[in-house]
């Protein structure tokens, strides 16, 4: 058993904390936001992740999972301390490594013995090295530690799952002891077989980069074909169903949608450019992905336009969905921004509708109509448009929405509804990659 301190409460510091917990170490979870701590001491789980609050809930009943804003006393009661704080795109497309730097002073202060410390937070190639300085600079040179980086492959909405079943655990850790406390921690892991590769600080960091880069380029990649697809009579469904059949390909990541979001995707990937592109080793592969991604968050737009013969001035649009992905209540980066913004600024009025993301939109979008349920957003709209893949949208009652819209205009741009269903029903339709109808 160690004492581990995870500084950082967001969505992989709370994750991390309470399942690094559940392997049965005493794990204390510390946020300067005093008001966050308090909070999650009274139970309450700031994000909407699905199995946290079980999880914490039962390592905190059975006293191995605290919390505390006592940032410099937890760092040190730990063996271990973890960095999960965020690391924000600025306005170069780098990522901002001011908070994990601030961290790491407040490390260097407080480091009373022996300790590894080890980054969570996605944060660029190299800056293992920035902080191993940043605490040095700030501790006492009798007292030792080793820096090790172990990237997380978290899920937003298959969080826990994916902490506690992972596909492969990373640790960059140069020296022998650090790794042994490391697989310490992951002991539960090591008796599933999980594995675990062991490399040296900037491979861990670059896996992390580069494994989040080629998602993206595969979501890019099958968005494009979908593109060609519906110009050349071909169905992408079934084009990305053969393609996964082949093992070398997979079917994961092959789902053809408006264009990948989310906290993780857009700034990844700019950020792994830019830092290749200062290297001077431009990856124009991964330009390609990003470029392709924001043109396809316009395509939708112009699809919804085309629909709508030319125009959004004076009509009321049903947007079904607001998250970037299903599972979770995270706006950020959505691609229901792209369309809302595009929607709004050329003169159309939006009724949304999200299950679980409509209060976190506001933060957003306060000029738009909030609804309670798809039936409500569809009332009386010109068209209805699908932005996020939840499950409660795939049974909608069809007939009901023709009957309740002005007219019957589909844009579902996570090809999740059946197109026969569609053509039926005298829906005018369009998707990503599929066949569509676009005339009544
Ligand atoms: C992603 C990675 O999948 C995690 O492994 C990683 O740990 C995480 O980023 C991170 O860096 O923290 P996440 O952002 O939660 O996780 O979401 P994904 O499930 O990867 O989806 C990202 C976006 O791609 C969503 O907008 C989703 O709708 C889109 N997507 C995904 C597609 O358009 N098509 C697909 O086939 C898959």
Redo the contacts with the bound molecule.
Sequence with gaps: MKNITVIGTGY?GLVSGAGISDFGHAVSCVDIDESKIASLKNGDIPIYEQGLESLVKRNVVAKRLSFSSDVPNAIEAADVVFIAVGTPQDENGNADISAVLKVAETIGLSLNGYKVICTKS?VPIGTGRKVIEAIKENSDASVSFDYVSNP??????AAVRDFTHPDRVVIGAESQKAFDFMKDVYHPLYVNETPVIHTNIETAEMI?YA??AF?ALK?SY?NEIANVCEEVGADVFKVAQAMGLDGRISP??????P???????PK?TKALASQAEAAGVPLKTIQGAIDANSHQHSRMVDKLRILLDGSFEGKTIAVLGLS??PGTDDVRES?SISMITALLNESASVQAYDPVSNENMTKFFSNISYKNSVYDAVKDADAAVIMTDWNEFRSMDIPRIKSLMKTPIFLDTRNILNTSELEDTGIVYDNVGRKRRTDS
Aim: net charge positive.
């Design positions: 992989v996605t997380e492959f978290l899920r937003e909405g992390k494994s989040n998602l979501i099958i994961k990541f092959l789902h053809p949608g264009g990948y979001g989310g906290s993780c995707f990844d970037f992905k691609p």
